[in-house]
């Protein structure tokens, strides 16, 4: 996937569980665990904004593109 999600590598610069994010942002801890997987599809702006709100971040420095290698034949 071209979207590489780095909310494991924020929380550990910020020393913020898992636990604590997913409370103030309301979702479960198991869907917290599956989005710092990269394991969604998509990420509602109000889900990111609260993330960037409590980790004092922008959304830049969450998700990052990487483009899909295409082999040209």
Known sequence: ????????????????RSKELAEF?????????LLKQGKVKGIRFETLASICAY?????GDLLKFEPEDTAEG
């Open 55 to 59: 980790l004092r971040c922008q959304p």
């Open 1 to 16: 996937m071209p979207i590489v999600v780095k909310l494991d590598v924020m929380l550990a610069e910020r020393k913020v």
């Open 25 to 33: 942002i309301g979702i479960t801890e198991a869907n917290m665990s």
